[in-house]
């Protein structure tokens, strides 16, 4: 029983390496419910019970990088490519506008189409349009100039994950010519710029050991990211990890709620990958301690391109109909989807971060 070890966690927002240890590879499922309980608790006290939805759009599958885990990998020639006009970007946001989404994630591979003008005529116009919107971009690693550029164009925040802690084990997931060191200059100088910022891992890819996901507790804990995005490691059938088993949802679900325990403020959001390995229209996610929900707002032709991974979900959430069952499963659990652009609710730490 590992009861007073949620307890410690819940007091200090910290354990010791042992202890998160024993907190991560032993519990029973008594502790895991309670583990739950203490995140919703955290959860709770910071966000109440509403729920931020994010439409996700993904606005290019081309990739200039070769992770050796993604199914949009450049070495990849068996996916169909495709790139969304800046009309088709567009549309997606008028139409998501109106459903009610007032948080817009533009997503794309590494794509050298997606410049710094063709971005920040995007950003400018649907700030000027709707200036009660947040927009996240999620386009990898870019020169600083870039970022600062799209920050001031309007853009309000930017996910990279950083995909492991541990530099041997990103050598082992990654190619060469990408490295662990350029992933976290990018991720402190997001920060530094004003960016609400996210990094995140996969939970289960290969090489992964507790030892991994407990260096990435660590780096969250010094980085203080505003959003984590976290999902299990699922295989992609054209990739070199395709017989690689998919990564364990429990095991998922119990690093969510351990940093939603660490970090209560913290945006966690019910993820794709997780939805398609557990399937429930996301209430294990909310509640196991997450309060974002991302539908997918991509065109029908994108979303089967778009493929990461294999059998990605396509949430049912993307259209009105859709949104009110999701409305409704979250109702059912005791929670509500609300209006908004969401934004983390701690104050900005700007440029805090020496040797992250
Ligand atoms: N399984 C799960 N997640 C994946 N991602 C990429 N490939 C996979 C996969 N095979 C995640 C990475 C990336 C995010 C956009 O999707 O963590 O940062």
């Not at 997606?92 to 994630?105: E, K, M, P």
């Not at 994950?161 to 050598?171: I, P």
């Not at 990605?312 to 059912?332: C, P």
Request: charged content about 25%.
């Amino acid at each position: 029983m590992y009861r007073h070890l949620v307890d410690e966690l819940s007091c200090r927002h910290t354990l010791c390496d042992a202890d998160m240890r024993k907190l991560i590879s032993n519990t029973d499922d008594c502790d895991v419910s309670y583990l739950m309980e203490k995140a919703r608790e955290a959860a709770g006290k910071v966000y109440g019970k509403d729920i931020y939805i994010r439409g996700l759009i993904e606005i290019s599958n081309y990739c200039r990088n070769n992770c050796y885990y993604c199914g949009i990998r450049r070495g990849n020639d068996r996916a169909e490519r495709y790139r969304l006009t800046m009309a088709e970007i567009r549309e997606c946001i008028d139409y998501g506008y109106q459903l009610g989404f007032r948080t817009f994630v533009l997503q794309g591979g590494e794509d050298a189409a997606l410049t710094d003008d063709f971005l920040t005529e995007i950003i400018g116009a649907v700030k000027t349009q709707y200036d009660d919107c947040a927009i996240t971009l999620s386009i990898g690693e870019r020169t600083y100039d870039s970022y600062v550029r799209l920050y001031d164009a309007g853009a309000d925040r930017y996910l990279l994950r950083h995909e492991t802690a541990d530099s041997g084990h990103y050598g082992k997931l990654h190619p060469a010519d990408m490295s662990y060191e350029n992933r976290i200059k990018c991720l402190m100088q997001l920060k530094e710029i004003g960016y609400q910022t996210g990094c995140g891992m996969m939970i289960g890819s290969p090489y992964q050991t507790v030892d991994n996901i407990i260096k990435d507790i660590r780096l969250i804990e010094r980085l203080k990211p505003h959003m984590v995005g976290l999902g299990p490691f699922i295989p992609h059938k054209d990739t070199q990890f395709a017989d690689y088993a998919e990564g364990s949802a429990a095991l998922t679900l119990k690093i969510m709620s351990v940093i939603r325990i660490m970090q209560p403020d913290v945006l966690l959001p019910s993820t794709t990958a997780l939805e398609t390995i557990v399937g429930d229209a996301h209430k294990t996610g909310i509640l196991a301690g997450c309060n974002v929900i991302m539908p997918n707002l991509s065109p029908e032709h994108a979303k089967e391109k778009y493929m990461l991974y294999n059998n990605k979900a396509v949430s049912g959430s993307e259209d009105a109909s859709g949104l009110s069952v999701l409305r409704a499963n979250m109702e059912s659990i005791g929670y509500n989807i609300v209006t908004g652009r969401g934004d983390c609710k701690r104050p900005g730490v700007k440029g805090m971060l020496q040797d992250v």
